[in-house]
């Protein structure tokens, strides 16, 4: 089955060819570093993770570009709020969301830019498009005229002029209410950069068309972002790209995440409603975040609620005490020269999963359609190992866990090849544990909670059923 995507820009699910066969170009909007990276924030950029992740695993080299827009209305404000030098407000939120990408093991882009380290790159652009006609300037401000590009609202579907109207503040300086800023006039007190038009910053558009031009080409595969970057960031992006360029489309596929909401509204700041990443690590690990996060259709809106947490905290707890099973057996046992056990039958159910897990994630990278089939493999896995804990059957589970985990990014620290040092380490654990199961079969329970307690407070952490414990190492 081929990988089928949902383009914004024509609004149909299409099969997926890069321009350049075996080569993905992808560039995501980043953060404006302005205030603490919420949980919406999040949703976003592990999606784009779980697509890179997933179109590597088909076989496609991809590189990936994300920005940073380190200078903005929203940042000049908060510094002024902060009484701090601007420079400052984009440094301290741009080092915590690059700590929370990290945590929640999303693959680092490999480009970052930054506008205010392409600002010459940005006036050349912007000199490109007074020359084809495309853009005028006013009261030392360059504004882009839309009614100069005849393809404008081909992305949000927006056909009636007034739903154009955009950056209010300047309607006098602006031809139509609809034009948008290229380069903006100084204001007193804000940062400001040399240009043929006088002293100013680029408009918020411009950046993302300079650097993704500059480092994907004039033409590539996928650009993407929140659904609200639909209407007029992209759909100013497109505009100002194909009439510099010359070209159409100038990205192939447009890609967006659908909202994250708080019992059905919308996160902000009015509604006291945002919830920092932080927050949330403070009560879950961030591979819980992670799963969680992707358990549902990246175009749906996502309610965001605390027992989904719960449930997903569940399901990575089922998958660690596998995958640590697993790697306890395939320490233990040797290769067989002979099985008695039908492991053909084992091979053709886990085929079986992972065909329906491919298929899901071929229609549109839906994690909705996959995540059954996660929960059936591991349901499957432990049924499997519970009566014939052989060689070859944890080895065809190990190899469907590392394969679906380069999609779903959770299980690194439990994939890791164990050393002598570990692999002598798990061996007093097992001994331990051997020991405690023995005073729970004798009913002495102070005796075994005690052992517990010990081993969780250096974090082992215990899972008891009715004839055995299993156990996993917390990082």
């Not at 006013?138 to 056909?159: C, P, Q, T």
């Not at 300086?173 to 240009?195: C, T």
């Not at 990205?251 to 659908?258: A, S, T």
Request: glycine share 6%; proline share 5%; net charge positive.
């Amino acid at each position: 089955m081929a990988l089928r995507v949902t383009n914004t820009l024509t609004g149909q699910k299409e099969v997926f060819e890069p321009l350049i066969p075996g080569l993905v170009r992808m560039y995501v909007c980043g953060p404006t570093p302005y205030d603490h990276t919420h949980i919406g924030h999040a949703r976003a950029y592990t999606i784009f993770d779980l697509i890179r992740r997933y179109l590597e695993l088909k076989g496609y080299r991809v590189f990936h570009v994300m920005n940073i827009t380190d200078i903005d209305d929203k940042i000049i404000r908060r510094a002024k709020e902060l009484n701090v030098p601007w420079e400052e407000v984009p440094k301290k939120y741009t080092e915590e969301f690059l700590d929370i990408i990290v945590k929640l093991n999303i693959k680092m882009p490999h480009v970052m830019p930054k506008v205010t380290e392409h600002i010459e790159e940005i006036i050349e652009f912007i000199k490109g498009l007074i020359e084809k006609g495309y853009a005028y300037e006013s009261h030392g401000s360059i504004y882009f005229n839309v009614d100069a590009f005849e393809d404008y609202g081909k992305l949000s579907k927006r056909k009636h002029r007034e739903e154009w109207r955009q950056e209010e503040e300047v309607l006098k300086e602006k031809r139509k209410p609809y034009d948008f800023a290229l380069w903006k006039k100084v204001k007193p007190g804000e940062p400001w950069w040399n240009s043929p038009w006088g002293s100013g910053r680029p408009g918020w558009h411009i950046e993302c068309s300079v650097m993704s031009s500059k480092y994907l080409g004039e033409q590539f595969d996928i650009h993407g972002g929140g659904q609200d970057l639909i209407f007029p960031h992209h759909e100013n992006e497109i505009a100002q790209s194909e009439a510099y360029f010359g070209v159409k489309p100038w990205v192939k596929y447009w890609i967006h995440v659908g909202y994250l909401t708080i019992k059905g509204e919308k996160m902000s700041k009015s509604l006291g409603n945002i919830i920092p990443v932080y927050e949330v690590f403070k009560k879950y690990k961030p591979e819980v975040l992670r799963l969680y996060l992707l358990s549902s259709y990246y175009r749906s809106p996502m309610d965001f609620t605390w027992e989904g947490l719960e449930q997903a905290k569940i399901l990575y707890e089922r998958l660690v005490i596998l995958t640590e099973n697993v790697k306890k057996i395939l320490r233990e046992e040797n290769v067989p020269h002979r099985v008695g056990y039908d492991v053909r039958a084992v091979a053709k159910e886990l085929s079986s999963i992972r065909k329906r897990f491919y298929e899901s994630l071929d229609d549109d990278f839906n994690m909705a359609k996959a995540m059954p089939y996660v929960h059936r493999f591991v349901s499957f896995a432990n049924k499997v190992l519970e009566y014939k804990p052989i060689f070859p059957v944890a080895l065809l589970i190990m190899e469907f866990i590392k394969e679906m985990n380069m999609v779903l990014g959770v299980l690194d620290k439990h994939l890791v090849p164990t050393t002598d040092v570990e692999k002598k380490l798990n061996q007093v654990i097992d001994a331990i544990v051997k020991i405690r199961h023995k005073f729970r079969m004798e009913k002495d329970y102070k005796t075994s909670d005690w052992i517990r307690s010990e081993l969780a407070r250096v974090g082992v952490k215990l899972f008891d059923a009715k004839d055995k414990t299993t156990w996993v190492i917390e990082y």
